[in-house]
């Protein structure tokens, strides 16, 4: 059974930066895609950026574009999501989350890691 575990978030000010991670065990196949939620107070969860591990590809939520980062290493079963410029806005619980093949928001995932609480202050 695939696990996540996503961790680094903490406390920052606006403008400053945070570099989460989510650690994956249990992969049997080199065909994923890791993705990249996040839910603030009293608002829906969204998705927020993604990694297919099959050609490197990886995508972005608009608010986060220019601003946010995701890669792989490998040998660690790590994605990593670096954030810079955070915003108050970026506040939330992100959670990290894996399927099998590709990147899709649409079709949704199928394992899921406790998530980790970013706050931005101002």
């Known amino acids: 059974e695939v696990q996540l575990q996503a961790s680094g978030g903490g406390l920052v000010q606006a403008g400053g930066s945070l570099r989460l991670s989510c650690k994956a065990s249990g992969f049997t196949s080199d065909d994923y895609a890791i993705g990249w939620y996040r839910q603030a107070p009293g608002k829906e969860r969204e998705g927020v950026s993604c990694f297919t591990s099959t050609d490197n590809n990886t995508y972005y939520d608009e608010a986060v574009k220019g601003r946010f980062t995701i890669s792989s290493d490998n040998a660690k079963n790590t994605v990593y999501l670096q954030m810079n410029n955070l915003k108050p806005e970026d506040t939330a619980v992100y959670y990290c989350?894996?399927?099998?093949?590709?990147?899709?928001?649409?079709?949704?995932?199928?394992?899921w890691g406790q998530g980790t609480l970013v706050t931005v202050s101002s």
């Open positions: 989350a894996a399927r099998r093949g590709r990147c899709s928001y649409t079709r949704g995932f199928d394992a």
